[in-house]
């Protein structure tokens, strides 16, 4: 009998998507005030074209964000974060077939929307259920994979000197929690995300990067969300359009350190990244 492992396999509206290899998530920003302009997408022509530019350079989710968690950033309202985001997966849904799609978001009403009438298998949220009460149980009753990430704060404040003892064992601490709690109401795909960014300085990711090993803990998928973010840019002295090249070479230490999906602005860079670490580590995963 064909033994499935859970934490190389999650259950995206029936389908198993194996991660048992690094996967590649690409970001689809429907706002008008995210950090990257690159990954700003507001309109039909530039939706559909960000789409096949996903999926035609090797893009296995694509992640739709309608509500900007940049710092400093304030909340919208939850009608216009679902306007927008039925507006581009209306769009999607309408051109596209077996695409595998995550909606970034904390407000569990928007989750339970987007998966029930929208055709979307994963649901991403930067609070871990920190920002709406509802979130973990409505998870629990749609049955689809839980992206949690950690942010210490919310995006109006969160890089208002934050201030940790060890950032990798409080990180670790919060996952711990969180997942007892997921797992009382049978929440079975949870993917863990450390948040770079979110409520960290520069020194805070770069001690997170430099420990991600360490939440093999939890036998669980784990994400890292690192692309064109402040710790390469504010490094380097350089804007996010410049960060490329410092995105590729943190992408490479995260894989090398256990991450198995890479949530990146530039799919083709991050493709052509896991082909060849995969050519070197022919006897491994990647």
Request: a positive charge; one cysteine or more.
């Amino acid at each position: 009998m064909l033994q499935i492992d859970t934490k190389k396999t999650l259950n995206c509206n029936g389908n198993l998507l194996t991660i048992s290899k690094p996967l590649i998530m690409g970001i689809i920003n429907v706002t008008p005030d995210s950090f990257f302009k690159g990954s700003r997408f507001v309109n039909e022509p530039k939706i559909i074209e960000r789409v096949q530019q996903i999926t035609s350079q090797g893009g296995d989710i694509i992640d739709i964000g309608a509500c900007s968690s940049r710092p400093d950033a304030k909340y919208i309202s939850e009608q216009e974060e679902l306007d927008r985001l039925s507006f581009a997966l209306n769009i999607i849904n309408k051109n596209f077939e077996n695409l595998i799609i995550s909606v970034d978001t904390f407000r569990a009403n928007i989750a339970k929307t987007v998966v029930e009438n929208h055709n979307v298998s994963i649901i991403n949220d930067i609070s871990a259920g920190e920002h709406d009460s509802k979130m973990f149980e409505t998870i629990a009753k749609l049955n689809v994979p839980y992206i949690m990430m950690h942010m210490k704060g919310t995006p109006i404040d969160m890089q208002k000197n934050p201030v940790y003892n060890d950032v990798v064992k409080e990180i670790t601490l919060f996952f711990s929690k969180k997942l007892k709690k997921l797992r009382l109401l049978g929440v079975k795909d949870v993917i863990i995300d450390p948040g770079f960014g979110f409520g960290k300085t520069i020194e805070h990711n770069y001690e997170i990067l430099k420990r991600l090993n360490e939440f093999e803990i939890f036998d669980l998928p784990l994400l890292v969300g690192i692309s064109r973010k402040s710790m390469i840019y504010k490094l380097l002295n350089i804007e996010p359009k410049d960060a490329l090249n410092g995105t590729t070479i943190l992408n490479t230490v995260a894989l090398q350190k256990g991450a198995n999906i890479l949530r990146v602005h530039d799919v083709k860079e991050a493709k052509q990244l896991i082909t060849i670490l995969k050519t070197i580590n022919y006897d491994k995963t990647i």
